[in-house]
């Protein structure tokens, strides 16, 4: 039996395709590769996973339904999705709309499609996101709090992705986990990232851009404690009852709000260099604090991150400095 793992090319996608090839399991990985970043970066993650003879890698967008499903016979073992393949960025949606309902919503509406059409099927572990917490104030965020206000189309495509995965699940009983992912970072990261980008214009000698004057909070999560939760929770399918949908939600977080200026802080000294700030007022559809509150994934699965930031930036300079030779 294999897994199917879209967005296999991106951030999150690679390191947990490496985790599952590294324990022996055989990867069906899918991505478009566009260019919303660098993709000499997806390239060379990609390079790293070809490495292991249970990869196969398709080029694919998985909002092309004839070629996602035309998958499905190329792979009749496919037995698990993990679906990280999105548009991601809240900013880059107030320029590019269309991007995120193509992606976000037919692409995510195609993997569920295939999911019912794959025999025996286990389990869907799909991407959503914090950001469906629109501008709550309210602290941690939990899941049950209310998540029908959101303050960006990328937030609403992410609930909307949330709200198509529980009719599924209600409808054709299959099991399903979405994942709220709280401002994921580490080695192999995301260049749009604001740690990345901030990292890239002090070695650079550039200002960095601190929205919001700085007064922001982040639950910053480093990607090893990510990937742990991604397995956990692809290894514990919900079980059908019979009654309510197999299908659940979790917070994935670090549970700590970390100040950004301490986080550009430890930067810094991560660099060596200190950095020229350039403070800006909030931009649209951000918001100014995120924190998890992840007691039911701790309690389902175990899940219990152990990477604080003070150990996680220096590892993302080390992998930012060999990987741009610098």
Same mark, same amino acid.
């Given at each position: ?188 990261? %995301?260049? +749009?990232?604001? &740690?990345?980008?901030?990292?890239? @214009?002090? /070695?650079? !000698? ?10 922001? %909070?982040? +639950?910053?999560? &480093?990607?090893?404690?990510?990937? @742990?939760? /991604?397995? !956990? ?94």
């Amino acid at each position: 039996m294999s897994v199917l793992v879209t967005g296999a090319a991106g951030f999150i996608g690679f390191h947990v395709c490496r985790r599952l090839l590294e324990r022996g399991e055989e990867v069906i990985g899918v991505d478009q590769i566009n260019d919303y970043y660098d993709p000499a970066l997806k390239h060379a993650r990609l390079d790293l996973l070809r490495g292991f003879d249970g990869f196969r890698f398709h080029r694919l967008d998985i909002a092309d339904r004839e070629a996602m499903f035309a998958l499905l016979d190329a792979h009749p073992g496919l037995s698990s999705i993990i679906s990280l393949a999105a548009q991601a960025g809240v900013r880059y949606s107030l320029v590019n709309p269309f991007a995120y309902s193509r992606s976000n919503i037919e692409g995510h509406l195609v993997v569920l499609e295939m999911c019912r059409r794959i025999k025996e099927f286990r389990h869907l572990v799909y991407a959503s996101s914090s950001s469906v917490y629109g501008a709550n104030t309210k602290l941690p965020f939990a899941m049950e709090d209310r998540v029908d206000h959101p303050v960006s189309l990328y937030a609403a495509t992410k609930k909307a992705g949330e709200l198509m995965a529980h009719a599924y699940s209600h409808l054709y009983r299959i099991p399903m986990t979405g994942l709220r992912f709280f401002t994921v970072y580490g080695p192999w990261g %995301r260049p +749009d990232m604001a &740690y990345f980008s901030f990292a890239k @214009d002090i /070695v650079e !000698g550039r200002p960095i851009r601190v929205f919001n004057n700085g007064d922001m %909070r982040r +639950d910053f999560t &480093y990607i090893d404690d990510i990937v @742990d939760g /991604v397995i !956990g929770c692809l290894d514990h399918p919900p079980r059908d009852d019979g009654g309510t949908p197999p299908q659940r939600v979790y917070n994935i977080g670090n549970n700590q709000a970390e100040p950004l200026m301490r986080f550009i802080g430890v930067l810094e000294s991560a660099l060596g260099r200190k950095a020229e700030l350039r403070f800006e007022p909030m931009q649209p559809g951000d918001v100014k604090e995120t924190y998890a509150d992840i007691s039911a994934i701790r309690r389902d699965i175990g899940f219990q991150p152990s990477i604080p930031i003070d150990v996680g930036i220096p590892r993302f300079v080390d992998w930012f400095r060999s990987f741009y030779k610098l």
